[in-house]
């Protein structure tokens, strides 16, 4: 996970309820391009690269479809999974900074690098995570479908 203050804002990602973090099996990932935490991205099974971890599948097609579920405490929005494409997962490292002023521990400040080893979190229906409004493009509402555009990288309403 690497910090850029000069990039500006990135969307904010937490795994709230899914299965695979406290029951299944969470697959590391060597990132082909820079991510934010919760954009998704596609495994590719035909690498091994050593135990448990797979490249990223640039070309590979995402489907996604959820449902905006309300607001958390901090802001975030919770997503509902209705369906989500077998080898898809979403991108996560706990953001940890280097430093001790607040100011570089600001999570929107957070993103992982190309070549970055990454938590890579398969997604199943009624699993739920946090996304900050910056991961979306429309109106957030509740029950509001959400899909999701791999061109933009951006949660669609």
């Known amino acids: 996970m690497a910090i850029d203050i000069t990039k500006g804002s990135r969307q904010t990602f937490f795994p709230s309820k899914i299965f695979a973090v406290d029951n299944g099996h ?10 934010a935490n919760g954009e998704l ?4 099974v035909t690498t091994w690269n050593s135990f448990d971890n797979y490249n990223e599948d640039t070309s590979g097609t995402i489907t996604f479809s959820g449902v905006i579920r309300g607001q958390a405490a ?3 929005y919770y997503v509902e999974v209705l369906s989500a494409s077998q080898d898809v ?25 190309a070549g970055d080893v990454v938590q890579g979190i398969p997604l199943q229906r009624g699993d739920i995570f946090e996304l900050s409004a910056d991961a979306f493009t429309g109106t957030i509402a509740d029950d509001a479908p959400v899909s999701y555009d791999a061109a933009t990288e951006k949660y669609v309403i």
């Open 41 to 44: 991205a596609v495994r590719d």
């Open 74 to 76: 901090n802001g975030n």
């Open 89 to 113: 997962l979403a991108v996560y490292n706990s953001p940890v900074s280097e430093y001790s002023e607040r100011e570089f521990q600001d999570e929107k400040l957070f993103y992982n690098k």
């Open 26 to 35: 969470v697959f590391n990932l060597t990132l082909a391009k820079d991510r």
